[in-house]
Nanobody, 117 residues
Framework: QVQLVESGGGLVQPGGSLRLSCGVS????????MGWYRQAPGKQRGLVAY???????NYADSVKDRFTISRDNAKNTVYLQMNSVKPEDTAVYYC???????????WGQGTQVTISS
């Protein structure tokens, strides 16, 4: 069973930075895409960013030019660097591993990010 464990969430002031990490039990190279999603209170979970096995990235319009997703295959870890954060970035952030074989998705337990002064 694949396990994803997020870390790095917390309380940050607007305009600040935060880096989320997602450790995966197993090789992340086995997944087509690794991604970050978020869910704010009263809203549906939505895509923040994903990165393909080949390193191609895609971002939600709301986070373009502020957030950066990256992966370290040797450490089986995916990162989300969050810069110039805004109060509307407040949400629980979830790590996702997607395989087109199935298809199948694995999720982490989520990490809370709160942007507030």
């Amino acid at each position: 069973q694949v396990q994803l464990v997020e870390s790095g969430g917390g309380l940050v002031q607007p305009g600040g930075s935060l880096r989320l990490s997602c450790g995966v039990s197993g090789s992340i190279f086995s997944f087509n895409n690794m991604g970050w999603y978020r869910q704010a209170p009263g809203k549906q979970r939505g895509l923040v960013a994903y990165i393909t096995r080949g390193g191609i990235t895609n971002y939600a319009d709301s986070v373009k030019d502020r957030f950066t997703i990256s992966r370290d295959n040797a450490k089986n870890t995916v990162y989300l660097q969050m810069n110039s954060v805004k109060p509307e970035d407040t949400a629980v952030y979830y790590c996702n591993a997607h395989s087109s074989l199935g298809p199948i998705d694995y999720w982490g337990q989520g990490t809370q990010v709160t942007i507030s002064s």
